[in-house]
């Protein structure tokens, strides 16, 4: 087969850019939710019209927490994000951001809990994952 007429380097150079700038583009490729969906008709939670809506609006309090930040302000930045059961949310705004900021931001400190100690790890399971290479739907390594 012959050589694709670009570089994989820069079409990796390229994708990292992309998700590095839109926690959409990092959420549907790197964190590898389209993949993951498209591999298992079962499961039908994830679609554009919802779910871009979300992270964009993720993505605007996280950078806005983000200039904050980076002008000296300390003060917390609370998200309630009150949808339905089975629309994505833990994945999304648990898993997903929390890996997407940890990267914008390598420096800070990151804490995911929940009221059961093993609901915790479990949130915190597949970020792992992501991070060590193992999930085979995410293109993040």
Request: charged share 25%; glycine share 6%.
């Amino acid at each position: 087969m012959p050589n694709p007429p670009w570089s994989l380097e820069a079409e990796r150079e390229l994708w990292q850019d992309i998700c590095r700038d839109s926690f959409w583009w990092f959420f549907r490729i790197a964190f590898g939710a389209e993949f993951f969906v498209r591999a298992d008709p079962s499961q039908r939670w994830f679609n554009e019209r919802t779910h871009k809506t979300i992270c964009d609006w993720l993505q605007a309090k996280f950078q806005s927490w983000e200039k904050r930040r980076a002008g000296g302000q300390r003060r917390r930045t609370k998200v309630a994000l009150i949808i339905p059961r089975n629309f994505g949310k833990t994945v999304i705004a648990t898993k997903a951001l929390s890996l997407w900021g940890q990267l914008r931001n390598p420096d800070i400190s990151s804490y995911i809990g929940s009221e059961v100690f093993g609901k915790a790890c479990e949130f915190l399971g597949p970020i792992k994952t992501i991070y060590e290479g193992k999930d085979h739907y995410a293109w993040f390594p």
